[in-house]
């Protein structure tokens, strides 16, 4: 089956003819019998829609796989309407097969009423009064998103959107492309009447996981998926406006997996018809140990540092495994050859600080780029007269963010944790080496309040709140039991300028969302017998990002 690809405007389209519909008989055959057909369907009309497609502008058409919107044989036009004029044919439907060596779609159309004329006809004069046809595509009734009802002049169809799932995003474009259409000009102009989103959700546990899609309070969507390897991959047929016809906003549409709800988007921007939404998202819980990071505010810290793969086609955002895990010099952070553009697939964990969306667009506004350091900080907003860059945590998700300056500097200077390590009262960090199974990584280990873990076996301790050698060291024993004492782990993942990786494994830097000065950005640093709190930094620089949700 070939695939479709569905349009992404409705105005436009059902201004403009598709279709040319003609009879299949002669003149003498266009008259219709005087009696109804025994089995009471109605006055039979065989008709053979010859399909033109109009050359639509190609902004205003989704693509998949380069290819533009294609019927196949097993696909069916349903034509409906009502000619309700003075000795006319009534209501009236039927169900068009489409024969792709003639590229055509033909059967029979039912009338109420005894109708002698041609089709063009026929719907010339329901026109006043209504007429409309919708694709059904090849197998409709094993996908059991359209159903029909009803039979001959009275057949009508109905839309489960409960059953608006697929695996891939080919098949969601085979199977719940609705398109109809209710004006013609000598033919039909289909257009399309829904959208796509296309998820692929990380940070799972594998196992059933049940799916609900909402627009608010109201349920667009009900089901299930399973992960693999963590990841579940899935498309859903949406609806683009409410039951009271409005517009559904993304801004209020929300997904829960596993129980874990995920937004969209968090900028007013209306569903379209015929678009096909691309969403990446990670639906990774956050450690469970809190930290202060201000006066009366508390944070929990995201899994890993945040991650981003390209597939070939996309960007897939999440976090890494483990606390410690970083790619280093390895693609993609050696591949990034541009605007937000790799040379090869990988994983990209070093991001540029770079500016407003206005200039930076795509993978590039998060700093999978080759960033200047003339990059300008307009239309992030301020916070405490700090001003913002704010978008890496809309890459996973709702509710995450990254620390500004001021929180860095409390949680790893001012803190008052209330803990005592290595007779240092208010233990807030140490430099350290974990060994994780035989691999030993340098970062930076972070107590959290009221750290109550003591001195585990495998691990010792060495300078607490300041810079070192990486003095403290621990097994994989001891780094487990730091960790399930709610411990949180930064590697020394190094730093990146442009495809060029330095220092991994023996220094690292993490942003901030807090500009330094108009060129510049703040995050702490570190590396072997060095540690700054508030380093400023190009913005050219790749730093590791690690995200927070707030607490309280």
């Not at 596993?258 to 969209?264: A, E, L, Q």
């Not at 009366?296 to 086609?313: E, H, I, P």
């Not at 585990?456 to 001891?478: E, F, H, Q, R």
Request: proline share 3%; aromatic share 10%.
């Amino acid at each position: 089956m070939k695939t479709k690809t569905i349009l992404k405007t409705l105005a436009v389209a059902l201004l403009m003819p598709a279709m040319l519909l003609t009879t299949a008989c002669s003149s003498d055959d266009n008259i219709i019998d005087s009696e109804k057909s025994a089995n009471t369907k109605g006055y039979a009309l065989p008709v053979t829609v010859n399909v033109t497609r109009q050359g639509d502008e190609p902004a205003t058409r989704a693509t998949f796989d380069g290819s533009k919107l294609a019927f196949s044989t097993g696909d069916k036009l349903l034509v409906r309407g009502n000619d309700n004029s003075d000795g006319g044919a009534g209501r009236f439907a039927g169900l068009l097969d489409y024969d792709a060596s003639e590229e055509k779609f033909s059967g029979t159309i039912y009338t109420e009423n005894s109708y002698s004329g041609t089709a063009d006809a026929l719907f010339t004069a329901a026109n006043s009064n209504w007429v409309g046809a919708a694709l059904f595509p090849n197998g409709y009734e094993s996908y059991e998103f359209l159903s029909l009802s009803g039979s001959g002049y009275s057949t009508s169809y109905s839309m489960s959107y409960n059953k608006a799932i697929a695996a891939t995003k080919a098949a969601a474009v085979e199977q719940f492309s609705l398109e109809s259409a209710k004006t013609y000009s000598s033919g039909f102009a289909l257009s399309p009447e829904n959208a796509i989103f296309n998820f692929t959700i990380t940070g799972l546990t594998d196992g059933a996981k049940d799916v609900t899609l909402k627009d608010g309070t109201r349920t667009m969507f009900t089901g299930s998926v399973t992960p693999t390897s963590g990841t579940a991959a899935f498309a859903l047929g949406a609806m683009i406006k409410n039951y009271s016809d409005f517009p559904v906003n993304l801004k209020n549409v929300t997904l829960t997996i596993g129980g874990t709800d995920i937004d969209i988007t968090d900028a007013n921007n209306n569903l379209a018809a015929g678009k096909i939404y691309n969403i990446n998202r990670s639906a990774s819980a956050p450690l469970p140990a809190v930290f202060t990071v201000d006066a009366g505010k508390t944070v929990k810290f995201s899994k890993g540092n945040l991650q981003a793969t390209y597939n070939g086609s996309s960007w897939i955002w999440g976090f890494a495994e483990h606390q410690w895990d970083y790619i280093g010099n390895a693609a993609g952070n050696t591949s990034i050859n541009g605007n937000g553009t790799v040379s090869a697939n990988g994983t990209v964990d070093l991001f540029g600080w770079v500016g407003a969306s206005s200039t930076w667009t795509g993978a590039a506004q998060y700093g999978i780029s080759n960033s200047t350091v003339t990059n300008n900080v307009d239309g992030y907003g301020n916070v405490g007269g700090e001003a913002q860059k704010v978008v890496w945590g809309a890459t996973v998700g709702a509710g995450w963010r990254t620390l500004t300056s001021p929180e860095w500097l409390y949680l790893l200077n001012t803190r008052e944790t209330g803990i005592t390590v290595n007779s240092t009262d208010h233990a807030r960090y140490t430099l350290a080496i974990i060994n994780t199974d035989g691999t030993e990584v340098k970062g930076l280990i972070i107590f959290p309040d009221g750290y109550t873990g003591g001195t585990p076996a495998g691990v010792t301790w060495g300078t607490i709140n300041a810079k070192s050698t990486y003095d403290t060291t621990c097994t994989s024993a001891g780094w487990t039991a730091l960790e399930a004492a709610g411990c949180v782990f930064l590697p020394a993942a190094g730093y990146r300028t442009a495809s060029n990786v330095t220092d991994a494994g023996d220094g690292g830097g993490y942003w901030s969302c807090s500009s330094g000065t108009a060129d510049k950005a703040i995050g702490p640093y570190f590396e072997s017998n060095w540690m700054s709190i508030q380093y400023i930094s190009s913005r050219k620089y790749g730093y590791s990002v690690r995200l927070v949700r707030d607490a309280d």
